[in-house]
Structures are given as structure tokens and as C-alpha cells.
Nanobody, 121 residues
Framework: QVQLVESGGGLVQPGMSLRLTCATAGLRFSASDMGWYRQAPGKLRELVAGITVDGTTNYADVVQGRFAISRDNAKRTVYLQMNSLKPEDTAVYFC???????????????WGQGTQVTVSS
């Protein structure tokens, strides 16, 4: 069974930073593309940042230059460093993985439960 567990969310003031962590289990992590999505109230879930198995990253235009995604294959963990946070970054942030479970060969998409990030003064 694949598990993705996010942590690191919270309430911060505009301009401050947060680092989100997604710890995984049961996933062939080093062979999986990873990503962070977010969903604000009344809005669709959107891609924030992604990182491929070879470390190539991509970002939504609205977070480019402020957010950084990284991965630690040894720890089976992906991170999202968020700097210069704005009120419009307020959302539930979800960890996403596209890969295979140990013992299986089919590629699937997995989601974490999400962590709330609130940016407010």
C-alpha cells in the first residue's frame, strides 16, 4: 500500500516562509515523478510544482522564483520550500506521486491527504 503523508503547513504572515514535507511509503520513490498541487476554496486543484525522476523541475507561473521543489531519494521524501508567501497562496496543498508500488508493475497516481497553508496578517 502506498502512503503519502504531508506535513509543514500552518498559518503565516505575508512575506514569510514555510517548508512542506511529503514522506512516502510503499512507493518505488526513486522511479516516481513527484509533485505538489494546491486547492483553494471554490477553485480547482492546480499544479504548483513538479520534479521528475531525473530531478527536472517545473513550476506554475504564479510561484516561479518563490517556491522550490526538491527530493531526497534516500529518505523517500519530497519537499516544497515556499518563500515570500502571499495571501493568494492560501490553500490545501497535496503531495502527488506517479509511479509504481513495490511488488507491482502498473503505473498509478497517488495523493496525500493534504496540509493547510494559510497566509494572512
Amino acid at each position: 500500500q502506498v502512503q503519502l503523508v504531508e506535513s509543514g503547513g500552518g498559518l503565516v504572515q505575508p512575506g514569510m516562509s514555510l517548508r512542506l514535507t511529503c514522506a512516502t511509503a510503499g512507493l518505488r520513490f526513486s522511479a516516481s515523478d513527484m509533485g505538489w498541487y494546491r486547492q483553494a476554496p471554490g477553485k480547482l486543484r492546480e499544479l504548483v510544482a513538479g520534479i521528475t525522476v531525473d530531478g527536472t523541475t517545473n513550476y506554475a507561473d504564479v510561484v516561479q522564483g518563490r517556491f522550490a521543489i526538491s527530493r531526497d531519494n534516500a529518505k523517500r521524501t519530497v519537499y516544497l520550500q515556499m518563500n515570500s508567501l502571499k495571501p493568494e497562496d492560501t490553500a490545501v496543498y497535496f503531495c502527488n506521486a506517479r509511479g509504481t508500488q513495490y511488488g507491482r508493475s502498473n503505473i498509478m497516481t497517488y495523493w496525500g491527504q493534504g496540509t493547510q497553508v494559510t497566509v494572512s496578517s
